[in-house]
């Protein structure tokens, strides 16, 4: 069964700065997805970006990017210039392929300090 | 597009008592799901309808948990009766096709607890 782990229950940043979020994972195929959620306080799960495992380049969405080290089963998302909206729980989750269940990791509370 | 609407936001119980969630899935979205989330953990997938057919509800206690998706449209999640460790949130999320790359998208939620 595939499995997500997220290392670091907890995070926090300044505003403006950067921060590196990490997230390993364990599956023995090729074709599967992965995805940063965000949940903020009102608990609605919001999709930040997805990566394909069959593409090499890391995705990118606006101050989000990830660094996907496929060999290495690690999936980490950077925020640049952090803003206080980013304050959240932030779920990495694992696809895959020809699958229908969507596995999530434990989470990763971000605060952004002013 | 409107999103997933999920009701009530809050509902706090007595353990024994019954419960009931409902779910309204984005237009079109064939799949919907429901997830528990205990309190410091990910969620976690109870049940997975695709159209108005379970598809996997392996992790489901069917004991005290039912659900259903009435036309292949709305659904609703029942406890009875519920427990302590039953608090959390229940999440429920739609998607095109069970396989969509695209992710799910979910709703806020309703956050259960049980006293």
């Known amino acids: 069964a595939q499995t997500v782990t997220q290392s670091q229950p907890e995070m926090s940043v300044q505003e403006a700065e950067t921060v590196t979020l990490s997230c390993t994972y364990d599956t023995s195929e090729n074709n599967y997805y992965l995805f940063w959620y965000k949940q903020p306080p009102s608990r609605q799960m919001i999709l930040v970006i997805r990566?394909?495992?069959?593409?090499?380049q890391n995705a990118t969405e606006n101050r989000f990017s990830v660094n996907f080290q496929k060999a290495a089963k690690s999936f980490s998302l950077k925020i640049s210039d952090s803003q206080l909206g980013d304050t959240a729980m932030y779920f990495c989750?694992?696809?895959?392929?020809?699958?229908?269940?969507?596995?999530f990791g434990k989470g990763t509370k971000l605060t952004v300090n002013p | 597009e409107a999103g997933v609407a999920q009701s009530p936001r809050y509902k706090i119980i007595e353990k024994r008592q019954s419960v009931a969630f409902w779910c309204n899935p984005i237009s079109g979205h064939a799949t919907l799901y429901w997830y528990q989330q205990i309190l410091g953990q990910g969620p976690k997938l109870l049940i997975q309808f695709q159209n108005n057919g379970v598809v996997d509800d392996s992790q489901l206690p069917k004991d005290r948990f039912s659900a259903e998706r009435l036309k292949g449209v709305d659904s609703t999640l029942k406890i009875q009766p519920a427990k302590l460790e039953d608090s959390a949130v229940y999440l429920c999320?739609?998607?095109?096709?069970?396989?969509?790359?695209?992710?799910?998208?979910f709703g806020s939620g309703t956050r259960l607890t049980v006293v």
């Open positions: 990566q394909e495992a069959y593409k090499q």
């Open positions: 999320a739609s998607s095109l096709a069970a396989t969509s790359p695209y992710g799910y998208t």
């Open positions: 989750a694992f696809l895959q392929g020809g699958s229908e269940k969507l596995v």
